[in-house]
Every structure is written in structure tokens, then in C-alpha cells.
């Protein structure tokens, strides 16, 4: 398994090549309808792209050790062939959707992954805009490694599919051909899934496949131009802040409940949730509808400003 390649080193000179290319593209062809670059939110981009290289190797201690130790404890094994590599490929991906989407719907989840929303524009610098958190991810492919697959092939996916959706962070590209457009993830699809407006809020979740959102009706197509940011958008380029903002406000809005009910409710409901009296206690759904009224990042409206 050592023999494995690091896809996402190799890909470095490609993300810093495309990243250069778009830039000239956007200053020499620019477009009054899209978001474009600014430096700040570039550079807070960055920032938090290197954060997550550092923060993700501590929390890879924690993912190798769970995931050794189930590894040897199932008498399964899944060979790593021609032909179940892709099918291992495939299996990633849809875990990797439902990750996605439990990270969107469950608050503390959210918490961790709203860092890759926070920002109001939408180019290849986004996809580096990673969460610094990512102790909750890792739980979500325990099956895989549970029915033999490699913990160290399992990274390989994991790579392979974080790779993939570098270039879907794009306003560069409009449509792709229809087929791929049904298949897999494209720029389209995705600035949806980064759009703020209330139809495209929590719609497709796929990585590389976009098949997972049709099968579980997550899927939206790209019709109104979006809007990129938080529905409550952050005031601020500070990646510290940037990080932390959702996980501050949770603890405020435990702090000042009045009941445990009320305090699990802001960690386990869906962002934006508030108790009512008499209530019954929160259940987290995954089923969601398409909804006008919008979903906020926090409760703490100190932390956030009217935008998008």
C-alpha cells in the first residue's frame, strides 16, 4: 500500500497553474456578473487551505488509529485490483455525500464545515478555503474499512476525490456536455451548492458524482444566478475566526438556553434552530425541502451581518 502516490502533493503545481490562469482570465475578460476575486478573501482562502494541511494531519492520528483497529478486527479484505478500484472509488463518493450532507443538517457538524461557505465569492481559491476541524469526517467512512477496505486505499480515494473537486469551484466554466452535466459534479452544479438563496440552500452535496443527489433529491440545477456567502454572512478575513466563528456561537447560544433539551437542540438540530415551548426534543432529519426562509450559520447574530 506504500506504493500508493500522494495525488494531492502531485497536484499542487496544477491547482497553483489553473489558479494563476484564472486570475488573468478574470482581469482580462472580467464579467460584471461574477463574484470575481478580492485579495482579502483570497488570501483568508489560503490561509485556511494551509491550516487544514497542518490541523489535518493531527487528526489523521486519530482516523489511522480507529481505523487500524477495526481493519484488524474484520476478517474481511478487499483486494486493491484494476477492477475494485473503482468500485472503491464509487463507495467513497457515497459516503462522502452523506458526510456532506450531515455536515450541512446537523449544527455541530455544520460548525466545521461552514468555513468552506464563508466566502462571498466563488473561484478556484474557494476550494483551499478547508475547515480546520475535521474530527467529525473521518466516522463517516468507518463502512468502508469495516467490509476490508485498506485504511491507507481509503486515503487514496479520499485524495483522489478531494483532487476532483478542485476545479468544480469555477465561474470560468459554464456547462459542461448534458451527460456529464447528469453524472458528475461540475461548476455548475457546485455554485449552486454554494449559492445563499433559499431554493439552492443544502442541494447538491455530490463530489464527483452528482448521481447521489438525483437518487436522494438533493439535486437542484443552476437556473437564477447565485449568490454566493452565508445567508448571515461573517465580517471578517480572520482565518482564526474564520475557523472558530460557528463553534463560539453554539457555545453562546448553549450558555444562555434554559434547558438541556434547548442546549442539545443548538448542537444537534439544523443550523438556525431555536426552541419553542413545549417542544418536543429536536430530531435530526436529513430529509429536507427546498425552503425560502433561509438557513443561518449561528445564532449569535453579534458574530454575523445581514448579506447574501
Known amino acids: 500500500m506504500s506504493t500508493l502516490p500522494d495525488v494531492v502533493t502531485w497536484s499542487i503545481p496544477a491547482f497553483v497553474l489553473l489558479t494563476v490562469i484564472e486570475i488573468i482570465l478574470v482581469r482580462r475578460h472580467p464579467d460584471d456578473e461574477d463574484a470575481g476575486y478580492e485579495a482579502k478573501d483570497a488570501a483568508t482562502s489560503v490561509s485556511m487551505g494551509l491550516g487544514s494541511l497542518f490541523f489535518g494531519f493531527l487528526w489523521k492520528f486519530q482516523d489511522v488509529a480507529i481505523y487500524s483497529v477495526v481493519y484488524e478486527l474484520t476478517p474481511l479484505r478487499v483486494p486493491l485490483l484494476w477492477w475494485t478500484l473503482p468500485l472503491m472509488l464509487i463507495a467513497q463518493d457515497f459516503f462522502s455525500y452523506w458526510s456532506h450532507r450531515s455536515h450541512h443538517v446537523i449544527r455541530i457538524l455544520w460548525?466545521?464545515?461552514?468555513?468552506?461557505?464563508?466566502?462571498?465569492?466563488?473561484?478556484?481559491?474557494?476550494?483551499?478555503?478547508?475547515?480546520?476541524?475535521?474530527?467529525?469526517?473521518?466516522?463517516?467512512?468507518?463502512?468502508?474499512?469495516?467490509?476490508?477496505?485498506?485504511?491507507?486505499?481509503?486515503?487514496?480515494?479520499?485524495?483522489?476525490?478531494?483532487?476532483?473537486?478542485?476545479?468544480?469551484?469555477?465561474?470560468?466554466?459554464?456547462?459542461?456536455?448534458?451527460?456529464?452535466?447528469?453524472?458528475?459534479?461540475?461548476?455548475?452544479?457546485?455554485?449552486?451548492?454554494?449559492?445563499?438563496?433559499?431554493?439552492?440552500?443544502?442541494?447538491?452535496?455530490?463530489?464527483?458524482?452528482?448521481?447521489?443527489?438525483r437518487l436522494f433529491a438533493t439535486f437542484v440545477p443552476e437556473g437564477e444566478r447565485p449568490v454566493y456567502g452565508l445567508t448571515k454572512n461573517i465580517r471578517t478575513y480572520n482565518p482564526l475566526k474564520v475557523a472558530s466563528h460557528e463553534y463560539l456561537a453554539i457555545a453562546k447560544d448553549m450558555k444562555a438556553a434554559a434547558s438541556w433539551r434547548a442546549r442539545m437542540g443548538h448542537m444537534f438540530h439544523e443550523p438556525g434552530w431555536r426552541p419553542q415551548e413545549g417542544a418536543p426534543a429536536p430530531v435530526v432529519s436529513l430529509i429536507k425541502e427546498p425552503s425560502g426562509q433561509g438557513r443561518y450559520p449561528s445564532g449569535s447574530e453579534a458574530m454575523s451581518s445581514s448579506g447574501a
Open 111 to 213: 460548525a466545521c464545515h461552514v468555513v468552506h461557505h464563508s466566502s462571498r465569492k466563488f473561484n478556484l481559491t474557494t476550494s483551499l478555503r478547508q475547515p480546520w476541524m475535521t474530527f467529525t469526517v473521518g466516522f463517516f467512512f468507518l463502512p468502508m474499512v469495516a467490509v476490508g477496505v485498506h485504511p491507507a486505499v481509503l486515503a487514496f480515494c479520499n485524495s483522489l476525490n478531494l483532487v476532483y473537486q478542485f476545479w468544480v469551484h469555477t465561474e470560468r466554466v459554464d456547462k459542461m456536455p448534458r451527460w456529464f452535466e447528469f453524472v458528475f459534479n461540475t461548476p455548475s452544479h457546485h455554485r449552486v451548492h454554494h449559492a445563499s438563496q433559499g431554493g439552492y440552500l443544502d442541494r447538491n452535496y455530490g463530489g464527483v458524482l452528482i448521481v447521489w443527489d
